[in-house]
């Protein structure tokens, strides 16, 4: 019989390390970045949940985390579980393949592994004589991600300055918007309506709901407007992740390694959902990046793939180049376009120059017992 795992957490991860990463320019309204690492049998793990997330949504990256380092937990109720039922509650596997053979799929890795991945360059909501700099930073790239919709629609004629002044330094570069569901349906239409002229690969989650996500992509086949939409929110913070296929809410989707629960969890939601998809980080330091390139690397490519993404669809895990300081040097950051499937272990000068003060490091342990707990609670 397996042991059972300590109540406390501590008696499994003894040491761990809190680091706060200053960012190069403001991105997704933060300008640090605080990071958990630790290490486990398979190497070193990260567990990052932005700090406003609560608990049971903090869960899931950390059992990502553990997963990764080696010593993953069972937990009932989770996403790798939504994805084995989603198919139940929506009648036949999209397949029609037999189930148990699906699942063995799914949790396999392919060896072996490729040892590089294509990835996006992200172009923050920035001014517009920051865009050529910022992307400098990330050297020579065939896709780039831009963050739109700050606040809303009212960002809009500084996201229409902005990305014109991307196409006049990249008239051919492949483009990706993503708005983070910061508009309501009527401004989404208006939205993509004026960002059609950028010609762009997708436009991520311009709004939070899965149903308002399958109206505005009946607003835009009204309007012939050539404008694919992928769904990120709709898939990592959604209880059923699999209703954006349902629905047809989505052309693509958006899934992250952390948010999701870990590799094998992501896997289950992209085969369920039967659509291309896109990996990209959750602003993990050079330590967790490596977790997503693993799950891109293995996701399979479709012709629909080929059509919406290309023959090497680019992952948004070309982030590190978004820190000022990482845990390594040089950080997980792009080298032509590319980024390494390796694991990558923190250098401890840095863990120790970048720790965090005394009373976050406390925060960080009471917010990983907390997680601890309710992993426990839902375990089968």
Request: hydrophobic share 45%; glycine share 6%.
């Amino acid at each position: 019989m397996a042991e059972s795992p300590p109540a406390r957490i501590v008696d499994l991860l003894p040491e761990f390390h809190v680091v706060r990463l200053p960012m190069v320019t403001r991105f997704r309204g933060i300008t640090e970045r605080e990071v958990l690492l630790f290490e486990g049998p398979a190497g070193w793990a990260e567990f990052s949940p932005f700090v406003e997330y609560d608990v049971p949504e903090a869960a899931r990256w950390l059992r990502a985390a553990l997963e990764f380092a080696g010593c993953p937990v069972r937990a009932g109720a989770d996403v790798a579980d939504m994805a084995q039922t989603g198919a139940d509650r929506s009648g036949a596997d999209r397949s029609g393949a037999d189930r148990s053979g699906a699942d063995r799929t799914i949790a396999e890795t392919p060896d072996p592994l490729p040892s590089h991945v294509e990835v996006n360059a992200t172009l923050p909501a920035c001014r517009v004589e920051d865009v050529e700099p910022i992307l400098a930073r990330f050297g020579p790239v065939g896709t780039v991600k831009a963050k739109i919709a700050e606040r809303g629609l009212e960002s809009l004629p500084e996201d229409l300055e902005r990305l014109g002044e991307f196409r006049r330094l990249f008239p051919s570069t492949v483009l990706r918007l993503d708005a983070n569901a910061g508009y309501s349906l009527p401004e989404a239409v208006r939205a993509c309506t004026a960002l059609a002229r950028f010609d762009l690969q997708y436009v991520e989650q311009p709004v939070a709901a899965v149903e308002d996500m399958a109206r505005l992509r009946s607003a835009l086949a009204e309007r012939d407007l050539p404008v694919v939409l992928a769904a990120d929110e709709s898939i990592r913070k959604a209880e059923d992740p699999l209703r954006v296929a349902r629905l047809g809410a989505a052309e693509v989707i958006i899934v992250k390694v952390q948010p999701l629960g870990g590799i094998a969890a992501a896997r289950a939601v992209v085969a369920e959902c039967g659509l291309p998809a896109v990996v990209s980080s959750a602003l993990e330091s050079s330590v967790g990046l490596p977790a997503g390139a693993q799950l891109a690397a293995t996701l399979p490519v479709t012709a629909r793939s080929r059509e919406l993404l290309g023959p090497s669809p680019a992952c948004g895990l070309g982030t590190a180049r978004l820190f000022a300081e990482d845990v390594v040097s040089p950080g997980l950051t792009p080298v032509r376009g590319r980024i390494p499937t390796t694991r990558i272990a923190p250098d401890p000068d840095r863990l120790k120059a970048l720790a965090v003060a005394p009373g976050r490091r406390e925060w960080w342990s009471t917010r990983l017992q907390e997680c601890w707990d309710l992993l426990l609670s839902r375990r089968t």
